[in-house]
């Protein structure tokens, strides 16, 4: 394809495309509704022009008629005179006037054809008219529905998108917490085992030794509380040795060991 051949072919292409953006079939359809009716104007005027002309017609018909009855009373004055060539000539008179009478009525049957078929077409596009005029207001509403489908369209779906990006939003939120929240954990779980005073790690020995101490001292509360209500003293019996720290704990202990160093 030569260039000037393209060329012509996006021209096209591009012009096609601004009428179609261009084009408001509301508009489109008023348009049409009133060129319809102003050729029904021109119609009616037509119709009124072709009236006009018949009424001059038949008025110069009359006219003849009227002159064509003198003539015709001459003539029988004559003929009652006995003057028989007086009678021929003004009979004689009469033949232009009845040959521009035979003509002057065929021109008024020609305007009366003319009449009826301008008032035949002017009903048929009145009627055409008022079934477009139908059609145009219900095209218009279709259209004007359609207008408001994209409208409420193009709304959802810039809520469904930003809704997403909300969406987004809140599940990076909702990771951020969790890992907050297992951090603090973590560091909770840490703190039970740091010396507050120092910030370092105590001493598992210890450890062992102050629970030791919290379940004698535990044991002797309950000895005193059964003494105090005259109940028999219990068996004794072994609490529960302190938690281990997990590994994970051990290496925070001793990631912290080495920055205090």
Do not use: C, W
Not at 19 to 37: I, K, S
Not at 94 to 117: A, C, F, H, I, T
Request: aromatic residues 2%; without cysteine; negative net charge.
């Amino acid at each position: 394809m030569s260039f000037f051949a393209r060329l012509k072919t996006i021209v096209a292409a591009k012009g096609d495309a601004a009428l179609d953006r261009a084009e408001v079939p509301a508009e489109m359809f008023n348009h049409a509704y009133n060129q319809m009716n102003d050729t029904l104007t021109n119609l009616k005027r037509a119709i009124v022009e072709v009236v006009t002309a018949r009424k001059q017609i038949e008025q110069q018909i009359d006219r003849l008629d009227h002159q064509n009855a003198t003539i015709e009373g001459q003539a029988k004055q004559a003929l009652t005179m006995g003057d028989e060539t007086l009678a021929q000539q003004a009979l004689a008179r009469r033949v232009p006037l009845l040959e521009q009478r035979k003509s002057l009525e065929s021109q008024r049957q020609q305007m009366l054809n003319k009449q009826s078929d301008l008032e035949a077409s002017s009903h048929r596009l009145a009627a055409k008219i008022a079934a477009f005029r139908i059609e145009k207001e219900t095209l218009a509403a279709t259209a004007t529905a359609a207008t408001a489908q994209v409208v409420a369209a193009s709304s959802v779906a810039g809520i469904t998108e930003e809704m997403g990006s909300v969406n987004a939003a809140m599940d990076r939120a909702r990771m951020k917490i969790s890992q907050q929240s297992a951090r603090a954990d973590a560091l909770s779980e840490v703190a039970g085992h740091l010396d507050f005073d120092t910030g370092l790690p105590i001493d598992p020995v210890q450890l062992q030794l102050n629970q030791a101490t919290a379940n004698a001292d535990v044991a002797s509360d309950l000895a005193r509380l059964k003494a105090q209500m005259g109940l028999a003293p219990s068996k004794p019996t072994s609490l529960p040795s302190p938690a281990q720290p997990s590994p994970q704990i051990d290496g925070i202990i001793e990631h912290q060991q080495e920055n205090s160093k």
